[in-house]
């Protein structure tokens, strides 16, 4: 299993912008599809973005047109571009791994997590 590292939280007012990285060992990141999920103080865990080894993306309605996931190969690294910041996007940010080549495997499939990263959006 990768392990995964994620960094760039802070704290930031409603409107502006922050990236989130996901830096990963192994060397078979590029087959990976990497995931964003979320949570914030008592929801359950949700789904953002995905992207597969292809560059095929897929996101949450919620973040649509506000959010951009990528991947650089090179770097074994994953990002996750937030713009036009909500209150309500406050989060736990959690970046994971999954060896499917499916552009939205089932959450389970995602078997490597980090730890997470503290997003928190001032109105």
């Known amino acids: 299993q990768a392990q995964l590292v994620e960094s760039g939280g802070g704290l930031v007012q409603a409107g502006g912008s922050l990236r989130v990285s996901c830096a990963a060992s192994g060397r078979t990141f590029r087959s990976y599809t990497m995931g964003w999920f979320r949570q914030a103080p008592g929801k359950e865990r949700e789904f953002v973005a995905t992207?597969?080894?292809?560059?095929?993306?897929y996101y949450a309605d919620s973040v649509k047109g506000r959010f951009t996931i990528s991947r650089d190969n090179a770097k074994n690294t994953a990002y996750l571009q937030m713009n036009s910041l909500k209150p309500e996007d406050t989060a736990v940010y959690y970046c994971?791994?999954?060896?499917?080549?499916?552009?939205?495997?089932?959450?389970?499939?995602?078997?490597?997590w980090g730890r997470g990263t503290q997003v928190t959006v001032s109105s």
């Open positions: 992207i597969n080894w292809s560059g095929s993306t």
């Open positions: 994971a791994a999954s060896t499917s080549s499916r552009v939205l495997p089932p959450s389970s499939d995602f078997r490597s």
